[in-house]
């Protein structure tokens, strides 16, 4: 899944090359992300696209020899005078007439190349951890007379030669983007351009060394440089292990520009370090940093919270709303703005609430993790992990809100974007930021093996360092649940314990349930308000906020006819929430089937026995109301396979069944065994809402 698709895409002839290009978004200013080395492709930009072209044109462009684009054997066709020209041939292509054109690494040499032969075309250059021959001093891992003073760096890039290539083209790969990305827990990142890598293969970059120069001597690359009639802005990582700084220094020092130094950072800030990245190229291409249309002295201003609230699944919503509720209580007045996805946006709309316009920039969540599944199996982990494109893009949603108006609370509820990049970006926290979520802990499933276990512990020790380093981005971090409700077990080798640590660093809310005792007290009541009868025996299959489940549903519709033989009177009622379309499924009779229910809670409370996912919210909402019910993890989700059946055993609550294991007959078999059978679950805590919006009040 793609945060941004492309809204056109295309091949430039270009000297018997053909180029590929892909377009995004429009507007008066263009962006021409230029390509690196031909390693990769034009997906190095990807957390670029999403944001930028939500503020301008935006044209990427794959390099020769990888992506879309030819790969020529002739080290001719390679030269950076070649690659210039394929930036002009596809401004031609796109009925571009000039653009501001940002450079990575080999990428800015040639944008500079372009824009200094084509001045009338280019607004302005961006040159990104510029690679140009000769500017400094090289690294003493890459000068060969020098290599004493870091031989394993020196012996690394030793592998930089076309022998090593043909030899062990991953192996080298895989050094190389390890090395351009030295900060910690790059794993992604690394694993991205690996990827992209080997796409190509060794013959190409070969064929791109192999290139004659196109500006022979460093007086000629030093005038031509002095020569550029644009505005220019260099970004330029202290800890660049490919180009050293001095290089970014002499390119701004020649062009005149502006040098911004990224200390800590490699030779990938695009990659590695979006937000900054994305903020600073949108400034250069307005000129500015846009001003508030609007100014208020700060005791004049109303309390504003902006809310969001996590759309895999609807509980946290209505958990969330519980608390807010809570909130105005203690703070009357306090204004809440929503940035929220479907479907959690429908429940909020249908509440009243106030879903902030922004929203609709977000990229879709809940779709990237139904692309994920398989069936009843969805490794969330390695979901979410895949999901950085659309997590980036997000986040700089959330970024422009909160720069554009002032908050004095920020509430993530299992906002992983925003947690993240504000731990990553810590300056950018202009609020009061207060965290929830209901686990604590990445896990590896059996599925994933040991390199899962490595990266959930990776993932584990940058979260605990996040933590650690800067304890005042989180002002609240609050755990909706009970110490009890933390699993056992470590967050990975060498790290610490999982209770413990989280004993230190949460509050404890007790469980939310998201509605108040009240709506389910009177169970007579809502089963005569639904138009059950006293001796109907009704099973109710919900399956939650995403299409995910889908699968679980028709099990249950397959299960009916030998469950109805079972159980007289049994009635099934199948609500499939809000991204399903309830036609897509063939009911038998005595079934009924509905789309999204805003009062679910009210279905399952009256019912003799509910058959669901291994979601934590409707499994503790069937706990609070004392009902059977029969829970069907999804294989693979960490959360739903470990966190929840460690919480339900707690309660003693709901009977936990594998996906294989609901054939027909055996799922029959369940329903007859638990319907309407007596339960004595622990009670579940009814002032968990109360509790945390006290938390939260105390943050204004």
């Not at 012996?155 to 910690?184: C, I, M």
């Not at 009061?432 to 990776?458: K, R, S």
């Not at 409700?485 to 610490?496: C, S």
Request: charged share 25%.
């Amino acid at each position: 899944m793609r945060a941004r698709e492309p809204d056109a895409e295309g091949w430039v002839d270009h000297d018997g090359v053909k180029v590929g290009y892909a377009v995004y978004g429009s507007g008066d200013r263009t962006v021409l992300l230029a390509p690196s080395w031909l390693v990769v492709d034009a997906r190095i930009w990807k957390l670029q696209v999403a944001y930028l072209s939500r503020h301008f044109r935006v044209i990427t462009v794959d390099p020769r020899g990888n992506g879309r684009s030819d790969r020529p054997a002739d080290p001719a066709a390679y030269t950076d005078r070649a690659h210039a020209g394929d930036l002009v041939a596809v401004l031609d292509a796109a009925g571009v007439d000039r653009a501001t054109v940002v450079g990575l690494s080999r990428g800015a040499w040639r944008a500079a190349l372009a824009a200094s032969e084509h001045p009338e075309r280019f607004t302005g250059l961006v040159a990104i951890a510029p690679r140009v021959a000769g500017l400094a001093p090289p690294l003493p891992e890459r000068a060969v007379f020098d290599f004493e003073a870091d031989r394993e760096h020196y012996e690394g890039w030793q592998k930089y030669n076309r022998h090593s290539w043909r030899r062990d083209y991953p192996g080298f790969v895989e050094w190389f983007f390890a090395t351009l990305l030295p900060e910690p827990h790059s794993t992604k990142q690394i694993e991205d351009c690996v990827s992209w890598a080997l796409e190509t293969g060794p013959e190409a970059l070969i064929a791109g060394e192999d290139a004659p120069e196109s500006v022979p001597g460093l007086p000629a690359v030093e005038a031509l440089l002095r020569g550029l009639r644009c505005p220019v802005l260099v970004i330029h990582g202290e800890d660049d292990r490919c180009v050293p700084i001095g290089v970014g220094e002499r390119f701004a020092e020649l062009t005149g520009g502006r040098l911004v130094r990224m200390a800590g950072a490699g030779h990938l800030p695009p990659a590695r370090h979006p937000v900054p990245v994305n903020r600073w190229l949108r400034d250069f291409v307005t000129g500015s940093t846009p001003a508030p249309r609007r100014w208020t002295r700060a005791l004049d201003r109303p309390r504003r919270v902006l809310y969001l609230s996590s759309p895999i699944g609807l509980g946290h919503a209505r958990r969330d709303l519980a608390i807010v509720a809570e909130l105005r209580r203690l703070r009357p007045g306090v204004q809440v703005d929503w940035l929220a996805q479907h479907p959690v946006t429908a429940l909020l709309s249908a509440r009243g609430e106030h879903v902030h316009p922004a929203s609709r920039w977000l990229a879709s969540e809940s779709r990237h993790m139904e692309a994920e599944a398989h069936g009843h199996d969805l490794p969330a982990f390695a979901a979410i992990r895949r999901m950085d494109e659309i997590l980036a893009a997000n986040f700089m949603v959330f970024a422009d809100l909160a720069e554009q108006r002032r908050y004095d609370l920020w509430v993530g509820d299992e906002a992983w974007e925003v947690d993240h990049f504000l731990h990553e970006n810590p300056e950018l926290k202009t609020a009061a930021y207060a965290w929830l979520t209901d686990f604590v802990g990445w896990l590896p499933t059996a599925g994933g093996g040991p390199a899962e276990a490595a990266l959930t512990a990776d993932h584990n020790a940058e979260m605990i360092e996040h933590i650690e380093r800067f304890p005042r981005v989180r002002d609240r971090a609050l755990f909706v649940g009970d110490r009890e409700d933390i699993v056992a077990g470590v967050f990975g080798p060498g790290l610490p314990a999982i209770a413990g640590w989280t004993e230190r660093h949460y509050d404890f809310t007790g469980y939310v349930t998201g509605f108040p005792p009240a709506d389910i007290a009177d169970r007579p009541a809502v089963r005569a308000e639904l138009g059950w009868g006293p001796h109907d025996r009704v099973c109710v299959v919900a399956v939650g906020g995403t299409a995910v489940g889908v699968h679980l549903l028709r099990r249950a519709l397959a299960a009916y006819p030998s469950a109805a033989r079972q159980v007289p009177g049994l009635r099934m009622v199948v609500v499939t929430g809000p991204r399903l379309d309830p036609a897509e499924l063939a009911a038998p009779p005595g079934v009924e089937v509905h789309g999204y229910l805003p009062d679910l809670h009210r279905l399952l409370a009256a019912a003799d026995l509910a058959v669901v996912q291994g979601g934590l919210s409707t499994t503790m909402e069937l706990t609070a109301a004392g009902r059977p019910f029969l829970y069907v993890p999804l294989e693979n989700h960490f959360e739903q396979q470990s966190h929840v059946p460690h919480r339900l055993a707690r309660y003693g609550a709901g009977r936990r069944i594998a996906f294989a294991d609901t054939g027909p007959e055996q799922l029959a078999r369940a329903v007859a065994e638990e319907i309407g059978r007596t339960v004595r679950y622990r009670p579940v805590a009814t002032d968990g809402a109360a509790r945390a919006a006290r938390r939260l009040a105390e943050l204004f």
